[in-house]
Every structure is written in C-alpha cells, then in structure tokens.
Nanobody, 124 residues
C-alpha cells in the first residue's frame, strides 16, 4: 500500500511562486512513474505534469509548460512541483499520484495511488 501526502499549497499571488511536495510512505516509489493533477471547482481533474521512475523523462500539460517544473528525489521517496509565474487560473486542488508504470504517463487511469490533495489559490 502506498500513502501519498501533499504539502506546500496555500495562497499565492499572480506572478509569484509556490512549491508543492509529495511525500510517500508504505512503499518505495523508486520504480513508479509519478504525476501531479489538479481539479478546479466544477471541473474535471486534469493532468499537470508527470515524471518517469528515474526522473529522466518528464511531460507537461500545455498550461504548465515553461512555468512548472516537476522533479523527484527517490532517496527521500518524494516528488515536487515548482510553480512559477502563477496565474489565477492555476487555482485548484493539486493531487499527487503514483502510477504502476515506470514510464511517464499523462493518462489519469494509469495512476493507481492518489494523495488527498492540497489547495492552491492564486489571487490576481
């Protein structure tokens, strides 16, 4: 069983930065691809960024390209999302997820483990 816990959310300003963290316990994540998703009120959960088991491959949603950076530290069983140049439309609950695959994926159904989410609110 894998338990994922997000942290680092909160209130940010447009143009500012926030860094989200995801800590895993219960099982090592060294062989799992991982990703970040978000869900805004009234909208479906959407893919933000993904990273392969080694960290060697990453993929981003168009909305995140050039502004967000996903990374991981397998020694610490953790993953991160550095969010720069925040926009009000980034406001959402952000979820950490782990896939049973090793390769990076943006497909929500391929992620079997989810955290509880952390709220990110960006003011204009």
């Amino acid at each position: 069983q894998v338990r994922l816990v997000e942290s680092g959310g909160g209130l940010g300003q447009a143009g500012g930065s926030l860094r989200l963290s995801c800590a895993a316990s219960g099982r090592t994540l060294g062989s799992y691809a991982m990703g970040w998703f978000r869900q805004a009120p009234g909208k479906e959960r959407e893919f933000v960024a993904g990273i392969s088991w080694s960290g060697g491959s990453t993929v981003y949603a168009d909305s995140a390209k050039g502004r967000f950076t996903i990374s991981r530290d397998n020694a610490k069983n953790s993953m991160y999302l550095q969010m720069n140049n925040l926009k009000p439309e980034d406001t959402a609950v952000y979820y950490c997820a782990a896939s049973g695959r090793m390769g990076v994926t943006s497909t929500r159904d391929q992620y079997g483990y989810w955290g509880q989410g952390t709220q990110v609110t960006v003011s204009s």
